[in-house]
């Protein structure tokens, strides 16, 4: 349980805790959207927090396990997906094919094509890379996720 969900079971919205900790609201906002951590507040604040909510320091520390989806450092998405967006067409195609021949290949089952996709896959996106149509980040994505590369190969 994270903290949302600890004082939406208890009917108390982020403006009311607010006002009966004294701890500002958006830091309540914060904290409840995952983009600050109760483990970087004060134990001023989790204190007030505690008082506010009658319960522990403790329990208040423990609801800070919320997962955003989001890096909390970077605040850049976990899933690398959106790397995926923005592709040149002729790139989304030989993805497209590569999925197709790996998901015939993981069930068992041989594709005599399989070499074909991957090598297309594998020279689309060195050419988009080359010529600037995607980063070398979403080239690496690709590599790994799509053709099972490693950095180093």
Same mark, same amino acid.
């Given at each position: 349980?994270?903290?949302?969900?600890?004082?939406?079971?208890?009917?108390?919205?982020?403006?009311?805790?607010?006002?009966?900790?004294?701890?500002?609201?958006?830091?309540?906002?914060?904290?409840?959207?995952?983009? !600050? +951590? =109760?483990?970087?507040?004060? #134990?001023?604040?989790?204190?007030?927090?505690?008082?506010?909510? /009658?319960?522990?320091?403790?329990?208040?520390?423990?609801?800070?396990?919320?997962?955003?989806?989001?890096?909390?450092?970077?605040?850049?998405?976990?899933?690398?997906?959106?790397?995926?967006?923005?592709?040149?067409?002729?790139?989304? !195609? +030989? =993805?497209?094919?590569?999925? #197709?021949?790996?998901?015939?290949?993981?069930?068992?089952?041989? /594709?005599?094509?399989?070499?074909?996709?991957?090598?297309?896959?594998?020279?689309?996106?060195?050419?988009?890379?080359?010529?600037?149509?995607?980063?070398?980040?979403?080239?690496?994505?690709?590599?790994?996720?799509?053709?099972?590369?490693?950095?180093?190969?």
């Amino acid at each position: 349980m994270n903290l949302q969900e600890y004082i939406d079971s208890r009917n108390i919205t982020k403006y009311h805790l607010s006002q009966i900790s004294g701890v500002p609201k958006t830091t309540i906002i914060d904290i409840c959207s995952g983009k !600050s +951590s =109760l483990q970087k507040c004060s #134990a001023r604040t989790v204190q007030q927090l505690a008082i506010a909510l /009658d319960c522990t320091m403790e329990y208040i520390m423990s609801l800070d396990t919320i997962d955003t989806g989001y890096d909390k450092e970077t605040g850049l998405p976990k899933s690398k997906k959106y790397l995926e967006c923005g592709l040149p067409s002729y790139l989304q !195609s +030989s =993805l497209a094919n590569m999925i #197709a021949s790996w998901k015939i290949v993981d069930s068992g089952k041989k /594709d005599y094509h399989w070499d074909m996709y991957w090598s297309e896959l594998n020279a689309d996106i060195n050419s988009a890379e080359v010529g600037q149509e995607i980063s070398t980040e979403q080239a690496w994505y690709l590599r790994e996720t799509y053709l099972r590369m490693k950095r180093g190969d």
